[in-house]
């Protein structure tokens, strides 16, 4: 842990942007929460079960973003962006499959979807309401973080910041307008909390894609490049990549089956487990921020051929995730006396049971 300039300002240049992006991000779920809870304990139990199956998709493309960059960070660390342009258009790919097949699952079957993780007939109803809109949020989803992380892969890490930024505002302006019918909207309810959701992703894949396709200088990367077919990383993507596809994927099931179980427990319970872990996630970003900063910094050293580093820099982080495990148990901690005024429309019997939950959570 010796002082090492370069070393800790390159992580810090790459981690808080990205974990500020992850911030934002885990914000607009956040928000939809907040608002909601002004509709009851059903409400919040909905939108809970419903994003079990969004939290399966951003397991797979946080696992997704993570291979593309232990592959084409490498070759970025040569300087070869044609070889990481090829490797963005497979894992773009693979994101849009992902994403199509999801949607028109979902679509086809909201009531069996979210039936796998409730039989509180108040919950399932409430949760079919916002998944038969919230289900086509996952095709810009998906390709939304692909391009994030092929920006990432060349150090430009800014943007994705921007676009959560984007997101969040809209989310946050359009939920006040259709859950609640301001300005002379109708009060939709839940189904606008999913509009709200579903306007903001699109806006987010646009703003992305425009500076992907207009401002990048690092990359260049091009619509054709995205979608040709056949790609000379295939070998390599299955055999480095997939591993750590399965690995977040693998959590992603943990999650949703964990989801299902608290599904089957009352309203109170689904509530207050809804209520902690979005904002347990909005409350660890540093931890995952700092990974996809890891994957980058070690990426790129690994391309140059500095083994030494390599192995200096993975010892170093080892002491940092420490660290930052510590800090982040005081920040849960210190957070659990602001739930009751951050989530005002939850009973008092909610909100004890996630300050218990949220000491749970501190240790893990």
């Known amino acids: 842990m010796k002082p090492d300039k370069l070393f800790y300002k390159t992580l810090l240049r790459l981690s808080v942007p990205i974990a500020a992006q992850n911030v934002l991000t885990y914000l607009v779920g956040l928000a939809d929460n907040i608002m909601v809870s002004r509709l009851g304990e059903t409400a919040v139990g909905g939108i809970y079960v419903a994003n079990q199956i969004t939290t399966l998709l951003q397991m797979f493309t946080t696992g997704l973003g993570a291979a593309l960059t232990v592959l084409a960070a490498q070759y970025w660390g ?46 399932l109803a409430s949760g079919v309401e916002y998944v038969r809109i919230a289900a086509f949020t996952y095709v810009p989803f998906c390709l939304t973080a692909v391009l994030i992380s092929a920006l990432r892969c060349v150090e430009t890490v800014r943007v994705g910041t921007y676009t959560a930024l984007l997101s969040l505002v809209l989310n946050v302006l359009l939920n006040t307008l259709f859950i609640f019918g301001k300005l002379g909207f109708p009060r939709l309810g839940l189904s606008g909390a999913a509009w709200a959701t579903l306007i903001s992703r699109i806006a987010g894949l646009l703003f992305c894609a425009v500076y992907t396709a207009r401002f990048d200088r690092k990359l260049g990367l091009r619509l054709r490049e995205l979608l040709r077919i056949g790609c000379p990383f ?75 580093k390599v192995i200096l820099y993975t010892k170093r982080l080892e002491c940092v995730y420490v660290l930052l495990g510590l800090l982040t148990s005081g920040i849960v901690l210190a957070a659990r006396p602001f739930i009751p005024a951050v989530f005002r429309g939850l009973d008092a019997e909610t909100v004890a049971m996630a300050q218990r939950l949220m000491l749970v959570l501190a240790v893990t």
């Open 234 to 308: 295939v070998r390599d993507f299955l055999r480095y990549g997939l591993p750590v596809i399965g690995g977040d994927l693998l959590w992603g099931i943990n999650m949703a089956v964990q989801g299902g179980i608290i599904g089957r427990l009352d309203t109170v319970s689904i509530a207050a487990v809804s209520v902690v872990n979005t904002l347990f996630s909005v409350l660890t970003v540093g931890l995952y921020g700092t990974r996809d900063a890891s994957s980058i910094l070690i990426g790129k050293t690994v391309g140059s051929g500095a083994r030494d």
């Open 78 to 123: 040569k300087k070869d962006t044609q070889s990481v342009c090829s490797i963005v258009g497979l894992g773009f790919r693979i994101a849009l499959l992902a994403g199509i097949v999801l949607t028109v699952s979902v679509a086809l079957f909201p009531q069996k979807a979210v039936g796998l993780f409730t039989t509180d007939p108040g919950t």
